[in-house]
């Protein structure tokens, strides 16, 4: 009796597996005959680049694996909406992942977050130009300074390939690795050193409380390490006209000023600038010497960093206020200038109310807020 | 008890990940579930409502951050100092979207507490009722916020 209810048993538990093994098989050959999609056509920017790919995965990863390299920070998990292109062609209903980071203009005209577009069919894209120029880059690690308490600064050496091209006040895309249960991320860093140096490339970073990135760079981060990246990105550039510059920056907003005077500097742009630095107090701020010594030796430039928080009675000789009223009391009228601001999004709007109401036309006004 | 691939999900997110380097429950060892009600509790023994706690955040985080930086007084007692940073933070709940990383420290002088509001936790309240667990850096202890913020009815 026993031996039969295990015989029983066994069949059992035999029919069972053997159902399972044959759902199974039968599931992946439907993956791979049924949902096989074949070679896809991406015609990219109206055919100025034709891709040939297999359908089935994601048209972010379909463009990285031809060395187009769409801005992502959370590596195509579809949160940070930062993948943002135009499918005109073959994308299919919108997702309810990428739904919610999509404003209805957006949805209108097209706009698909590349990390939740399958591709099933030919697709139509259109992109920025400039990400046709993006490579992704391995560098080592040269240098970590510490420029203020939650600042530092890196000096990466470029090594795979091993120089950049790219315009002072654009930035690159910056990878983490893996710590302590964390995710690898990317996140974007204007350059802080001038376009010259080629070979290296300079990143100015604020630590963000529980920020993943930031962790990383601040406490795991070594020199002698290596580290990927890719841009350059950004249209963040000065244009070409004579006009008078005012900068304006706050905290790691520093980077592309800095990049942008030492280049004007090195090709002999004279335009009369004056850059404005907003801080809350002396601790917060940092390359005031170089500032100061570039101040003393180039005639068209002055430099104005102002304190919001300083203690009264510190020794501070210079500007104290909100940099909105600093830039005020320096310019009533900047209907001429052309103004250029990098900072936290609360410091630009500040700063471009400022500005449009001492006459500067918006047009003329520039940012880069990574809001 | 076995959680859904769905409740592993979100416990996942709310861990120390690609959303957050510290994750969302701090030392907080209970289920989710059991996180939200036992808050959503404490505000209704204080007879207070979601609805009015968020809206006293909104209206100190929308202060402070007007400020740039500066302290502002909330009310006699309570100021605010506003820490932008430039970026935006994604939802660990999926498709909520991102939301501004800035965030603004609360402090109240006499009691000598401290909480941090940022427009994710303003809006993981809002939507979810989630105050985030305790030892988070950004939990919001509604009996301390309810203090801060002078909530609740009036003692007659």
Redesign the interface.
């Known amino acids: 009796m026993t031996g039969e209810l295990l015989l029983s048993m066994a069949l059992a538990v035999a029919f069972l597996s053997g159902t399972g093994l044959v759902l199974s098989a039968f599931l992946i050959l439907a993956e791979r005959k049924i949902l096989n999609y074949g070679s896809c056509k991406i015609s990219i920017n109206d055919g100025q680049k034709e891709l040939s790919v297999k359908g089935g995965a994601f048209l972010l990863f379909n463009l990285a694996e031809n060395d187009i390299f769409i801005p992502s920070a959370c590596g195509g998990r579809g949160s940070c909406a930062y993948c943002k292109v135009k499918v005109i062609e073959g994308g299919g209903p919108i997702g309810p992942v990428e739904a919610p980071y999509l404003s209805p203009e957006e949805q209108q005209d097209h706009t698909r977050l590349s990390c939740q577009v399958k591709v099933r069919s030919d697709l139509r894209i259109i992109i920025p130009e400039e990400l046709f120029l993006v490579k992704r880059y391995n560098g080592l690690l040269e240098r970590k300074r510490s420029l203020t308490y939650d600042i530092v600064e890196l000096r990466i050496k470029l090594e795979e390939p091993d120089t950049m091209d790219f315009v002072a006040g654009q930035y690159v895309q910056l990878e983490s690795a893996e710590y302590k249960g964390r995710d690898a991320v990317m996140r974007a860093y204007s350059m802080s050193s001038p376009p010259s140096d080629k070979h290296h490339i300079e990143l100015i970073i604020r630590k963000v409380p529980n920020g993943i990135m930031t962790t990383w760079i601040f406490d795991y981060l070594e020199e002698g390490q290596r580290i990927s990246l890719s841009g350059p990105y950004g249209q963040f550039c000065l244009t070409d006209t004579d006009a008078p510059i005012v900068f304006i920056a706050g905290g790691s907003g520093m980077a592309p000023i800095w990049s942008m005077i030492r280049d004007m500097k090195e090709k002999g742009i004279e335009r009369p600038t004056t850059f404005f630095f907003g801080a809350l107090t002396q601790k917060d701020l940092f390359f005031v010497d170089e500032l100061t010594k570039l101040e003393e030796e180039l005639p068209w430039f002055t430099f104005v960093p102002a304190l919001s928080n300083e203690p009264e009675d510190s020794d501070w000789k210079g500007e104290r206020g909100l940099i909105t009223d600093v830039v005020a009391k320096y310019f009533p009228d900047v209907s001429k200038h052309e103004g250029y601001l990098c900072g936290s999004p609360g410091m630009i709007n500040a700063c471009i109310a400022v500005l449009t109401e001492a006459e500067m036309p918006e047009t003329c006004i520039f940012f880069d807020k990574f809001a | 008890m076995k959680q859904s691939p769905a409740e592993q999900n979100l416990m996942r997110n709310l861990?120390?990940?690609?959303?957050?380097?510290?994750g969302f429950l701090g030392s907080d060892t209970r289920p989710f579930d059991e996180i939200v009600s036992e808050d959503l509790r404490s505000l209704e023994q204080k007879r207070v409502s979601k609805e009015d706690l968020v809206a006293a955040l909104t209206d100190a985080y929308e202060m402070a951050?007007?400020a740039?930086?500066?302290?502002v007084v909330i009310r006699p007692g309570v100021t605010a100092v506003?820490?932008?940073?430039?970026?935006?933070v994604?939802?660990p709940f999926?498709?909520?979207?991102?939301f501004?990383?800035?965030?603004a420290v609360v402090k109240d002088e006499e009691g000598g507490h401290t909480i941090i509001i940022t427009s994710l936790g303003i809006h993981l309240i809002k939507k979810h009722g989630f105050f985030q667990g305790k030892g988070s850096?950004?939990r919001i202890e509604p009996e301390r916020a309810i203090g801060i913020f002078r909530l609740g009815p009036v003692p007659s």
């Open positions: 861990g120390p990940s690609k959303f957050s380097a510290e951050k007007q740039l930086g500066g302290r506003f820490k932008e940073s430039m970026g935006r994604p939802s999926r498709g909520d979207g991102v501004e990383k800035g965030e850096r950004y």
